[in-house]
């Protein structure tokens, strides 16, 4: 398949920073349209992968092409307007990376219109065209009732809703998810997941990369499964292969046991397995 018609490509890339590898020989590849995850522990790589894909980390060695553009030979400026991002940060932070870090004094409409210029806040007058857009974007995500409402006044589960559609201004080719669901109560999860969904049942749907420590957080419409641990890959595949009681036990060092219902997956760890826990 011709490298443009995948929306992540990279082969054995390596993140190094002093003596600590951070990432060791990824590869992997997702199409463009389809649906992938990657699972894995804290402080497994995932984030910086993450960081490598949108141009704000940059690898020690390998290749990276995303959406067919090498990263180190391509305008990555131009490149995080066909790539959104969502990660859990809604707040101040003293650096930015596109869809993680907003203002939360802006009212929700604003705070998705910050996608349109990739700043923390809204330091440009957006169109009304954009203005716009953004409200309708936010009705999308079910937050109709939230337009003109700050960000930080909304229910933590609504902020991620409003940086989903914060991520679609420029109606991205590729989205990234960075563990959308930390933090939140069943209902928030629920219905960020049921946003996901809704995004990746249309037609012209991006590539989406879910980066989470759940299995339960995956869309039945995932095709490809990456574990990860200590900054590897290790297993990779459709879902009903990897996603198994011995490759998530190796991963998270814990045994588990898996099941599917309904087209999700869930995880059980058994009060016994405690007892080898600490």
């Known amino acids: 398949m011709p490298q443009q018609d995948y929306a992540i490509d990279c082969d054995n890339l ?10 060791d020989g990824l590869s992997c590849k997702v199409k463009r349209g389809q649906a992938a995850a990657i699972l894995g522990p804290n402080g497994c790589g995932k984030t910086t992968f993450a960081r490598c894909l949108t141009g704000t980390m940059f690898a020690t060695a390998g290749r990276l092409t995303v959406l067919g553009q090498t990263i180190g030979q391509t305008n990555i400026l131009e490149l995080r307007r066909r790539v959104g991002l969502v990660n859990p940060t809604t707040d101040h932070g003293f650096a930015h990376v596109t869809g993680a870090v907003v203002d939360a004094s802006l009212t929700a409409t604003n705070a998705v219109c910050t996608g349109y210029f990739a700043s923390v806040g809204l330091y440009e007058k957006p169109s009304i065209e954009q203005v716009e857009h953004a409200r309708q974007l936010l009705k999308a995500v079910g937050l109709q009732h939230r337009l003109d409402h700050k960000l930080g006044q909304l229910s933590t589960g609504e902020q991620r809703r409003a940086l989903i559609a914060r ?8 989205l990234i998810l960075d563990e959308p669901t930390a933090g939140l109560d069943l209902r928030g999860r629920e ?4 946003t996901i969904e809704q995004l990746l049942a249309q037609p012209d749907a991006p590539a989406l990369l879910m980066i989470t420590h759940h299995v339960e957080e995956l869309s039945p419409r995932t095709m490809q499964v990456l574990l ?5 890959f290790v297993a990779a595949g459709e879902p009903n292969e990897v996603i198994n009681p011995e490759a998530l036990s190796a991963v998270y060092g814990c ?6 219902t309904h087209g999700r997956f869930w995880l059980e760890v058994l009060p016994e397995a405690w007892l080898d826990l600490v």
């Open 14 to 23: 390596v993140v190094r920073r002093g003596t600590t590898t951070i990432l």
């Open 167 to 174: 991520a679609l201004v420029h109606k991205p080719e590729l």
């Open 191 to 194: 219905q960020v997941l049921a």
């Open 228 to 232: 990860m641990k200590h900054g590897r």
């Open 255 to 260: 045994k588990v046991f898996v099941k599917k």
